[in-house]
């Protein structure tokens, strides 16, 4: 992620996410991609505009076993990246976090990008189910859409 839209992106991460103040959630930094990238490649996703990135999103395939502790509130949602084992087969996806700016929101962005990674990872993993942590309703409506485009049941982490 490059370009001027970048510090906007990363401000507006912290704003909703507050990961700064809260270790247990999933900080993006050098070693969270690299791991991401070694769990698969279409982890994390952008439309980029040109001036940098105007929608990311962000889905972790992993195994049911792990879902269900992280939904039981067990593990926290770090745990959950650490505990995805790398080369794993994996069966359920965490739709993580999705951010579109302002002016682009509406347009389907997110939805299509978290499309795209969910067929790419389909390709090698037999996807059983999804799995969310709302902050939003919009995260909340995304998530529906999605399990319902890929006919597949949603769990949802409501501590």
Known sequence: MTGENLERMI???????????DPAQISVDGDTIERLQKIHPATM??????????AWVL?????????EK???????????LMN???GGSYNAIYLCSALVLPEHRGRGLARGLVSKAIRSIQRE????????WAFSEGGEKLATSIAREFSLPLYKRVI
Not at 11 to 21: I, P, Q, S
Not at 125 to 132: A, D, G, S, T
């Open 45 to 54: 996703s952008e439309k980029n505009d040109g001036k940098g990135p105007v």
């Open 125 to 132: 993993h037999p996807i059983e189910c999804l799995f969310i």
């Open 59 to 67: 889905v972790i395939p992993t195994m049911r076993e792990v879902m």
């Open 84 to 86: 995805t084992p790398l």
């Open 70 to 80: 992280f939904i039981a509130g067990e593990i926290t949602e770090r745990d959950l």
């Open 11 to 21: 401000r507006l991460a912290e704003e909703f996410f507050a990961t700064k103040n």
